[in-house]
Each structure stands twice: as structure tokens, then as C-alpha cells.
């Protein structure tokens, strides 16, 4: 194992993995090669530069690598903290008030397992952070990853639990709308039954009053859910409708797209996308709608 003098970057990394799990070297070379010109990405020379800096992390200890099995790409290596990455960000103090201090000690099985899935997220949020440098007027304001979008709340007396994949609060016009959503991606692996819970779960959260503390406002934030392809997305759409039917519920918006509408492999194909912040959303009954992260 081979000592190497850290950068401001290399922590900037580290804490990146911390929040999001893992990142793949698209990522990576998106968010820390200082040489694009956005919108497009020089992923080329951006990804051999971070391989170089990459290897000479694993070599000493700071972070790992392991292949991921993807269906639409082909091979794909997941890099995150090994055992003196997690030290370095634990004496950062990135972790000191967080409820679940063991987090970053899972086991890195347990990342590769969900692995296809942390990276649509991590490829919608990164595309949103790299669009906020790039386009004017529009800013991510404040996001939560894996590791801290775990809201506990109470609700007629009961102790519960809100898990989105990503909380985003995006602003548009130099911050004078601020617009707060919670995400969610389907990959078609979660069943109805699951669903069902899922979106109710997010109801108790919002009629519990919790989610001020975090948006800072008493306007109910938006769910929005990714889904694979239309079908998908219709079926999901049809769950909503039958949770808020049952329950009687008002005021609870959702939004729905796909990964095709949403261009969430953008970053991948070298370039930045505006998809998420065009009208590429619809609601449960199939109307259409603007973004939610600008209005």
C-alpha cells in the first residue's frame, strides 16, 4: 500500500461518496475534471485523468472499485470509500451528528447489489449540479443522497420512517422560487404492494408537517418518480390514483416521467441535459406538466 499526499479534490471526492454511495469514473470525470465545455463533457480525457488519480487512490487504501452489471450499459465500475476514505471523512466530521454513525462501514456487497440503481440517481442529481454551473438563473440550492435522505417523523402516534432515493430544493430567477422534490426511481424490481406503501408513506409524511424543517416552507414538495418506460409508468400512475381514491387525498402532487423523457443517461453519452427542467413530466391522470424543479 503506497502513501500519497491528499488533494482538496480527493476530499471533495470522498465526501461525494460518502452521500451517494458510489460513483462511477462518467461521474466522477462530470463532476471533478475542471476542462468542459458545458454542456458538453470531455469525458475522453476527463475519465483518463481521473483514472490516473483513481488508481493511485485504491493503490493506497482510500477508495475500491467493482464492476456493476448493468441491462442498457455494458461494463461499469462502481468506485467507493475503502477503509482509510471512510477515516479521512469521518475526521472531516461529515458523519459526527448522523443517527446511523455505522453507515459508511456496510459492507461494499451491499453497494454493489443496488448498484445499477445509485446510479440513475446519482446521474439525475449530477446532471442537475452541472447544469446549475451552466445555465443561468437556475441553481441547485440543497440536495440529500443515500446516505442522509432518511426522514423520521411522527404520525398518529406511530414512529415512521420517509426513504426517498434524493431530496433536491432547486431555485430559478437567483433564488427568488425555490422548488423542493423528493425522488424516487423505479427500475421495475419494486412490486405494486411496495408502491402502494411507498406513496402512502410519503402522504403520512407530508399531513405529519416534518418536511418544514427541511423546506423551509409550508408548501407541500413535490414526489417525483423515474420509471423505465411508459408502461411502467402508467401502472404506477394507476397505484397513485387508487392510494389517493382509498384515502381521500388532496393536495399531494406527483409527477411522473421516464428514463428516456428525463435523458437520464446523458452524462454517458457526454453531454448535459435540460430534459428535467423541461415539460417532460405528467401527473397520475396523464396531463402534462412543467418541471418541478422551476415551477
Not at 66 to 85: E, I, M, R
Not at 140 to 158: C, I
Not at 199 to 223: A, D, N, V
Request: a positive charge; one cysteine or more.
Amino acid at each position: 500500500m503506497h502513501s500519497i499526499r491528499l488533494t482538496a479534490r480527493d476530499l471533495e471526492i470522498f465526501k461525494y461518496m460518502a452521500k451517494l454511495r458510489l460513483l462511477t469514473m462518467n461521474q466522477l470525470a462530470t463532476l471533478f475534471y475542471e476542462k468542459h465545455q458545458l454542456p458538453k463533457l470531455a469525458l475522453r480525457k476527463g475519465c483518463s485523468a481521473m483514472r490516473v488519480r483513481a488508481s493511485k487512490l485504491i493503490n493506497a487504501g482510500y477508495i475500491r472499485s467493482a464492476p456493476l452489471s448493468f441491462v442498457d450499459v455494458a461494463f461499469t465500475k462502481a468506485y467507493f470509500l475503502d477503509s482509510l476514505g471512510i477515516e479521512v471523512v469521518k475526521d472531516l466530521r461529515e458523519i459526527e451528528s448522523y443517527e446511523r454513525p455505522r453507515w459508511l462501514e456496510r459492507r461494499h456487497t451491499t453497494c454493489l447489489m443496488q448498484g445499477p440503481h445509485h446510479v440513475l440517481v446519482n446521474n439525475f442529481l449530477i446532471n442537475l449540479i452541472m447544469l446549475s454551473r451552466c445555465k443561468e438563473g437556475f441553481e441547485v440550492e440543497d440536495w440529500l443522497g443515500d446516505r442522509d435522505a432518511t426522514f423520521r417523523f411522527s404520525y398518529k402516534r406511530s414512529r415512521l420512517t420517509y426513504d426517498p432515493d434524493l431530496y433536491v430544493s432547486a431555485s430559478v430567477d437567483l433564488g427568488k422560487d425555490r422548488n423542493d422534490i423528493f425522488l424516487e426511481v423505479d427500475r421495475n424490481t419494486t412490486t405494486t404492494t411496495e408502491w402502494r406503501k411507498k406513496i402512502f408513506r410519503f402522504f403520512q409524511y407530508l399531513k405529519s408537517g416534518k418536511f418544514q424543517e427541511i423546506t423551509r416552507s409550508r408548501l407541500f414538495p413535490r414526489c417525483c418518480i423515474l420509471c423505465p418506460n411508459k408502461v411502467r409508468l402508467n401502472s404506477i400512475a394507476k397505484v397513485i390514483q387508487s392510494i389517493k381514491r382509498e384515502y381521500k387525498i388532496e393536495n399531494c402532487q406527483f409527477m411522473l416521467s421516464t428514463f428516456h423523457d428525463i435523458d437520464i443517461y446523458s452524462i454517458d453519452e457526454g453531454r448535459i441535459t435540460e430534459k428535467p427542467l423541461e415539460y417532460q413530466w405528467i401527473d397520475e391522470q396523464g396531463f402534462g406538466h412543467i418541471s418541478p424543479l422551476v415551477a
